[in-house]
Every structure is written in C-alpha cells, then in structure tokens.
C-alpha cells in the first residue's frame, strides 16, 4: 500500500521536474532574448540540459515493467525510497549549481531546498529526509563561501546597489537556513509519522471489517446448507412415515403385515425424534460462548464410568466386548459433566455400533502433553481413507456404513468435535476400512 503511494509521488516528482526544467529554459530563453542583461546564462542552460538528463534517465528507469513489481519482493519499498532519494540530492545539487551562477545566497530560490526537505519528510523516512536536509545546509554552506562572483545575476545584483554580504550575515543567513532545514525536517517527519501511524491502524480496522464480513458471509451460507440439509434429512424418515402408515391402512393388508408396518413406521419416527433432538444438542452447544459457561472441576474417570455403565447392555447385546482403561490416580479436567459425558458416549457408542459381534471397543484414559488422553478404539467396520476429512461435518456418513444400512445421522461426531472444542481440546480419527476404527481426544488438564 505505503509502496504504490510513493512509486505515485515519485511518478509525480518527475512530472513537476519536468516542469521546472521547461519553466527554467522559458525564463532563460526570456532573458536571452527579451531583457538586456548580461549573457551568462550558459552555465545555467547547462544545468537545465543536466536537470532535463537525470530526469529522462530517470523516467526511463521508472517505467522498465520491472521496476513496478510490489509485493513480492521484500525491500521493494526501500529501492523506490532510494531512488526518489538519489532524485532529491540531484535536485539539490542542481539547485546549488543554478544558486552559484544566480546571486549565491542571496538569490531567494536558495528557499527551493525547503520543498524537497519537506517532500522527503512526507515520503521518505526520517533517516533519508535530515540526511537531504544535511546536504542542502553543507551545499548552500559551500555556495556561502565559494568566492563566486554572483554569476549572470551580478550586472543585476550590482545595478541595485548590492555587495557581496559581510561574514557576519553569511553566519546569520547560514545559521537561519540550517535551522530552516531541520525544522521542516523534525515537523514534516513528525506529522507524516502520526499520519502513517493513523493510516496503518486505518489499514488494519479496515482489513479486520473485511475478515469480519467474510466470516459472516461464509457462517450465513453454513446455516442456510445447514438448515437445507436438516430439512432434507428430516424428510425421507418422516416421507416413509406416511407411506408406511398409508401402506398399512390400505384395504387387504394382513393384519401381520400392518402391524410390521407400523413397527417400523415407529422405528423410523424414533429415527427422526432423534434426528431433532440431535439437531437441537448442536444448536445448543453453537449457541453457547464457552468463556461464559458454568464450569466445574472434575475427575474425567467418572465421566468414563458413566458411559460404560450406559453402554454396557447395548453391547453385550451385540456380543461387542467392551474394555475401559483408567489411570490410578485422578484425572482433573475443567468442563461440563454432562456434555463430557456426551462426547464420550458418542465415541464409544459409535464403537459399539459399527463393529460386528465378536469384536472389541477399548477406552483408555491416560495423561498427555499436560493433559489427558482418551483413545477410542475398534475392531470394527473402519472408515474409507477418502471419508476421514469429512468425518466431523454435520450430517456426514461414510459410505461403507450407508451401504451396511447401519441407521445413524451424521451428527454425532459434529456434537462430539464441538463439546471438545468448547473444552479447550483437540480430537483426531485415523481408521483402516475393514480393520477398525480410532478416536483419539486430548482435554487440557485443570489448572
Ligand atoms: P452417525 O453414526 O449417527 O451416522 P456420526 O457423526 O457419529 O453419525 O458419525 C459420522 C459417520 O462417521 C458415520 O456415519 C460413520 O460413517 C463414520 N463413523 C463414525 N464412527 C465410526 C466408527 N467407530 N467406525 C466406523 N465408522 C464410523
């Protein structure tokens, strides 16, 4: 940004030298032909030609493609900033040649120094703008007492009276000019400084609003797929609802048959009873700020005996063996019993239900990286290697337990992901399809 604003200014510096340059020859011509003085105007024709030189060497430099290439690489602000500062001292040096041949000291345009001071301290940095201000101080110092006899202005300087000054005005003169100089160096640098610091800060709420606006775009279009995808997926249970209860009021059906119609017309409500219920979890859990939720401290241990006392039956109904490993001593965490407890549940329920009798869950609880561990494992059905990015996105299921018709929502591990979340820790699967299953989660330790 700050390099665009000074490959402009610089483009600008040399459009107005070229200005001077032709206003400098119209004077010069002006006083060649018009006015009757002295004819010593080559020196200065000189250093318009000189002036003109640097200045098309300079534009052609500018407009080599390569020289405007921002952002890519570093220092390429500090290169322009460089070569708007080799201008400057060339115009000052210019400027102190046209000083030599034009009335010294005495001749005002010794002022001209003042623009390319002030100009430095609004482009460049401070460093480079008291270095030019030095410059022109040590130049027109030189000019001071350089035994110069005023140039072509002399006809002019000496028709009206004029003498070369005493020692004690050059030391006043010189001594006003270098404070000149550095004044304008000390307030140009200062304003500009709060000026680019306002700017940064401006550059930086303005980059924060457009992140903000994004991440509300983008969570605007997450809810509105959320929301059509929770329709879609209450549908179909609720569509085989009424046809099953259709079917099963339809003039001839065995009583046999209505009555394992309405069976599952009743397994495919319940299907969608805890499709909501699910649904409404997730929005709960979204819905909370976790810096602003009651927490309590507690022994991780009892949410693992919890679970495998709700778990137990479901799985020695399925012959799926069960195994919980927990550490002697207490694991401290700080977080929500019941959410916990959820999360868990869910891990080792999903353990449970995609593994084929005979095989084994395993939960083991052990401290990690200054916090706890719990590793859920299986020896069930596994997940495809493809699968494994989309696993915590709402409504995901892999396509092996589609296939299997193993009833589920896709919303567990979405619930699971987000309890984790809000309890400052992390969760990772890795899986092999047809060899099992593991979930690994990681709580921070309670301080
Ligand atoms: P649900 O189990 O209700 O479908 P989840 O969000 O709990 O929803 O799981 C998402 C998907 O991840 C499941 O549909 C299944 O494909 C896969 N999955 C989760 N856990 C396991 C597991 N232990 N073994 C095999 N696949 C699993």
């Not at 610089?10 to 459009?15: D, G």
């Not at 200045?55 to 500090?78: D, L, S, Y």
Request: overall charge positive; charged content about 20%.
């Amino acid at each position: 940004m700050a390099e665009t604003a000074l490959l402009a200014r610089c483009h600008w510096l040399l459009k107005a030298r070229w200005v001077f340059v032709a206003a400098l020859a119209g004077a010069l011509a002006l006083s060649d032909g018009g006015l009757n003085w002295q004819r010593h105007t080559a020196p200065l024709w000189a250093v318009a030609a000189f002036i003109a030189l640097y200045n098309a060497g300079f534009t052609a430099v500018e407009r080599r493609p390569k020289f405007c290439v921002i952002g890519e690489r570093r220092g390429v602000g500090e290169r322009i900033a460089a070569f708007v500062f080799v201008q400057m001292a060339l115009d000052a040096i210019a400027l102190t040649v046209l000083l030599g041949y034009s009335g010294g000291i005495g001749n005002p345009i010794a002022f001209f120094y003042i623009f390319h001071v002030a100009l430095a301290g609004i482009l460049l940095s401070r460093r480079l703008c008291y270095a030019l201000a030095s410059l022109a101080t040590a130049l027109v110092v030189a000019v001071a007492i350089a035994p110069l006899n005023y140039g072509f202005l002399s006809g002019v300087i000496q028709d009206a009276g004029v003498r070369r000054p005493e020692w004690p005005f050059v030391v006043a003169y010189l001594a006003a000019f270098a404070c000149t100089m550095y004044v304008t160096a000390y307030v140009t640098t200062s304003v500009a400084a709060d000026l680019r610091k306002r700017e940064l800060e401006l550059v930086s709420t303005a980059e924060a609003l457009r992140q903000t606006s994004q991440k509300l775009a983008e969570l605007e279009e997450r809810k509105s797929l959320f929301m059509m995808t929770a329709a879609h997926q209450l549908k179909s249970p609720l569509a085989a609802v009424v046809s099953l209860l259709q079917a099963a009021g339809t003039a001839g059906v065995s009583p046999e048959k209505e009555k394992e119609m309405i069976a599952r017309a009743v397994e495919r409500a319940n299907g969608a009873v805890r499709q909501v219920q699910e649904l409404l979890d997730l929005a709960r859990l979204r819905s909370l700020d976790p810096e602003r939720q009651a927490r309590k401290v507690l022994d991780f241990r009892e949410v693992l005996d919890g679970v495998r006392a709700t778990i137990a039956a479901q799985a020695e109904g399925k012959q799926v063996k069960i195994e919980f490993q927990a550490p002697d001593r207490a694991a401290w965490v700080e977080g929500n019993r019941d959410d916990l407890f959820v999360a868990v549940l869910n891990l080792v329920e999903n353990g449970v239900k995609y593994t084929e009798s005979g095989g084994t869950v395993k939960a083991a609880l052990s401290p990690a990286d200054g916090g706890w561990q719990l590793v859920v494992s299986d020896t069930g059905i596994g997940i495809p290697q493809a699968a494994l990015p989309n696993l915590f996105k709402e409504f995901f299921r892999a396509g092996n337990a589609i296939r299997r018709k193993i009833e589920g929502t896709g919303l567990g591990l979405s619930i699971v992901e987000q309890i984790v979340r809000m309890h400052g820790g992390r969760i990772r699967a890795e899986s092999e399809e047809n060899k099992g299953s593991t979930f690994t989660v990681w709580l921070p330790r309670a301080p």
